[in-house]
């Protein structure tokens, strides 16, 4: 059974950074694509970044391209995404997913965590 479980959330004061990971419980971790989307209240979930089985690419939301970075360790099945310069309007749960076939902007992912809470006050 896969599972992905996503850490590193928090509250934070805007112009701040955090640092959100992913851990992944699959063998095949290396061959999927890794995608970190989010969800603010009453607003539906968007597409934030994601990266490529490799790592050699990655794709961003126009809303963060510059304050956020994503990257992966295949040898620790794990995704990580470096939020700096955070703004109020970045406030949602953050959600990281998998999926083989997953590329660039895509929201067809098969397997999705339960979210971190990042909270940025002004």
């Known amino acids: 059974q896969v599972q992905l479980v996503e850490s590193g959330g928090g509250l934070v004061q805007a112009g701040g950074s955090l640092n959100l990971s992913c851990a992944a419980s699959?063998?095949?971790?290396?061959?999927?694509?890794m995608g970190w989307f989010r969800q603010a209240p009453g607003k539906e979930r968007e597409f934030v970044t994601s990266?490529?089985?490799?790592?050699?690419?990655?794709y961003y939301a126009a809303s963060v391209e510059g304050r956020f970075t994503i990257s992966r360790d295949n040898a620790k099945n794990t995704v990580y995404l470096q939020m700096n310069s955070l703004k109020p309007e970045d406030t949602a749960v953050y959600y990281c997913?998998?999926?083989?076939?997953?590329?660039?902007?895509?929201?067809?992912?098969?397997?999705w965590g339960q979210g971190t809470q990042v909270t940025v006050s002004s």
């Open positions: 997913a998998a999926d083989l076939h997953a590329s660039g902007h895509s929201y067809n992912y098969n397997y």
């Open positions: 699959m063998r095949t971790f290396s061959w999927h694509t």
């Open positions: 990266i490529n089985w490799s790592g050699g690419s990655t």
